[in-house]
Every structure is written in C-alpha cells, then in structure tokens.
C-alpha cells in the first residue's frame, strides 16, 4: 500500500464512513491517477476538471455513479491532500428522480419460492420481510435477534446508523429452524463452504456475490419484464407497508432513512390503504415456514 492510499484510507476511517463507502472513494481516486498515470496528489485542478467532465461526457456515467467518483475526489483532496479548489466547490449532481421498480406480494412469494437452497431463501426472506439492504442482511448476527421486543438490531447501517426493525413471528421461527441448520454462534447467514455443515465454524458471513447470483438466475429464468435485484425486495417491503397503511414516517424510520423526501418516492408507486404496522409485517411473512421447508 502507497504512502499516500495509507493516509486515505486513515481519514476516511477517521471520519466514521462505512467500509464501501471507504473502498469506493479509494477506487475513484485510485481511477483518477491511473487515468494521468500520475499520483492523485501531483495533479492540477485542470486535469482533475477534465477528468471529470471526460467521466460524465465520454463515459456517460449515471448521476449515481457519478455522485460517488466526485464525492471520492472531493475527499481527498479536501482531508488527504488539501487543495483550494472551486472545481471541486461548484461541482454540482443533480439528485436522480426515477421510481423505484416494485414487486407485488405475488411477485415476491414467487419469486423466493423458486430458490433453491435454505440458506439463500432464508436470507432473502429476510431481507425482505425486514426491509434491509443487502449488506444488512449479510452481517446479520445471532444477538441481533431481540425475541423479547419481536425486534432486530441492525449495526451500522448506511451512514453508519442502528436501528430497530419490527421481526415477524413467523420470520422468527423461520430463523430459528434455520439457525439449527448450522448452529454458527455468531453469524445467522455463515459461509456454508463447499460443505453445509461447515456452518457451525465459519469466521465470515456469506458472499455477496453468491445471495446475487442465485438471486439473478431466480429472476433470469421468472421472465418478469422488470428491473428486479436483491434492492428490489427492500423497495417491495416499503411499497407494500405503505399501501397498507403505515404512515410515512413509520416507513422512514424502518429503512433508515435520514431524509422523508427519499421514504416520500415510494407514494407514486404505492396505493395507501389502512392496517397497523406490526400486524401488516406479520401479514408480510405468512406461510413463510412452508416456503423455507419446500425443497433443499
């Protein structure tokens, strides 16, 4: 590791921002200096100008995309390698405005039913019955399961914040026929290894990319004419609370969100009725147990 990614990579921890949001600004400068195959902190604020509009211009990077490379820049050269520069002080992304695709309650049930292993289907499950990201799902540990408030703890969410989650009674039980499976005492989705009783000894939770690719090849082979991913389930999981009734606040605080306006989009794709919050989410989550109990 260079010197200078060192020091990088000690004020991004020192700032208090997640590991992926650490390792995508390393990568966006990491592309900067690569694209003038110079050190990041020997380049003119031109080169850094150009670099940019060459990014959003020859590239045609998405206004995501896009935020993420800028904001990656603008760290460094704001903590790690400090420059005065109006560039970076004018660059301005604006905010993306397309709706969420979402799934119905049919949708979903179809689509988790189609997979194949427990260990993806529980997850899975889980992440839509709870409304997580993916990597919430992923690092999900055994104490984070509060039985005696029927709530789940996440650690460190996007942005670095807990919070509690209403747990369905029956994603409860699910879990806990699950967990008997591989008795890991800290991960409740353990790397299974090429060997399912390997569970019980993993030091890590499972893959990303394994919980996606059995995920794509669900959805590959289902012939829905929607833009559908792991995400998709917790925009499901929003939709379906808020055409049930749950107030937009509630919703707010069940995902996470710092902001009302980013919970306020799912109301163009949502048709609001009325039930209360727990009952809805335990609704969610009926005939679970058989759909972790079909197949292997």
């Given amino acids: 590791m ?7 990579t000690e004020d991004l921890q020192l700032r208090g921002l997640s590991e992926r949001t650490q390792e995508a600004y390393l990568r966006a400068v990491r592309k900067l200096a690569e694209h003038f195959h110079t050190p990041p902190d020997r380049l003119s604020e031109e080169q850094v100008r150009q670099y940019l509009l060459y990014l959003k211009n020859d590239c045609g990077f998405a206004p995501g995309s896009m935020r993420v490379a800028v904001n990656g820049v603008k760290f460094f050269y704001h903590y790690t390698a400090p420059r005065a520069w109006a560039t970076l002080c004018n660059i301005r992304i604006p905010p993306q405005k397309t709706l969420p695709d979402v799934l119905s309650r049919p949708e979903v ?9 427990r260990h993806n289907r529980a997850y899975l499950w889980t992440v839509y019955a709870c409304g997580l990201r993916l990597n919430e799902g992923l690092h999900l540990q055994v104490a984070d399961l509060d039985s005696q408030r029927m709530m ?37 989705f353990p790397a299974l290894g090429r060997g399912r009783n390997q569970g019980g000894v993993a030091d890590k939770p499972m893959a990303e990319a394994s919980v996606q690719g059995a995920w794509k090849r669900v959805v590959d082979q289902s012939g829905l004419a929607k833009s559908v991913s792991i995400h998709t389930l917790r925009h499901s999981y929003a939709s379906h609370l808020i055409e049930a009734g749950v107030g937009l606040r509630r919703v707010q605080q069940l ?20 039930e209360h ?16 109990d079909a197949g292997a």
């Fill in 2 to 8: 260079s010197e200078l990614r060192r020091r990088m």
């Fill in 109 to 117: 049930r179809q689509l988790l039913a189609a997979v194949r292993t």
């Fill in 152 to 188: 789940l703890h996440v650690h460190r969410g996007k942005g670095a914040k807990d919070r509690f989650i209403l747990l369905p009674q029956e994603l409860l039980a699910m879990l806990r026929r699950y967990w008997l499976e591989h008795r890991n005492p800290r991960w409740l």
């Fill in 255 to 274: 995902l996470g969100h710092s902001s009302l306006q980013t919970t306020a989009r799912y109301l163009h794709v949502t048709e609001p009725g009325g």
């Fill in 277 to 292: 919050t727990r009952q809805i989410i335990d609704q969610l989550m009926q005939g679970v147990g058989a759909a972790l």
